[in-house]
């Protein structure tokens, strides 16, 4: 079982920052795939971005590629999510994940990962 803590949402304006962090506890991640999605009112949990805790290369979906960047701190078992250049259209709860089994074919759907924080909101003023 992993567990996972989301924090460091707020308040900002149009093209501000914010660095969310993920911390993990609970069983070794080893191989896991960690991702980041986001969900605002109405709409359906949507992906941001994704990384793999032994090794490789971020992967961002479109709409954040070039400004939010995705980190991680082995050490601490602990993820982050830097976002940059922030639009209103930003504005949601955000949460992590973790997908122990990593179906490949799921790898960007919120249904390929099966622990998830509490979430946190981050809302951008226009």
């Known amino acids: 079982q992993v567990q996972l803590v989301e924090s460091g949402g707020g308040l900002v304006q149009a093209g501000g920052s914010l660095r969310l962090s993920c911390a993990a506890s609970g069983r070794a991640l080893g191989s896991s795939a960690m991702g980041w999605f986001r969900q605002a009112p109405g709409k359906e949990r949507e992906f941001v971005g994704r990384?793999?805790?032994?090794?490789?290369?971020?992967y961002y979906a479109d709409s954040v590629k070039g400004r939010f960047t995705i980190s991680k701190d082995s050490a601490k078992n602990t993820m982050f999510l830097q976002m940059n250049s922030l639009k209103p259209e930003d504005t949601a709860v955000y949460y992590c994940a973790a997908s122990i089994l990593r179906t490949y074919s799921l790898r960007y759907s919120a249904s390929g990962y099966e622990h998830w924080g509490q979430g946190t909101q981050v809302t951008v003023s226009s």
């Open positions: 990384i793999v805790w032994s090794g490789g290369s971020p």
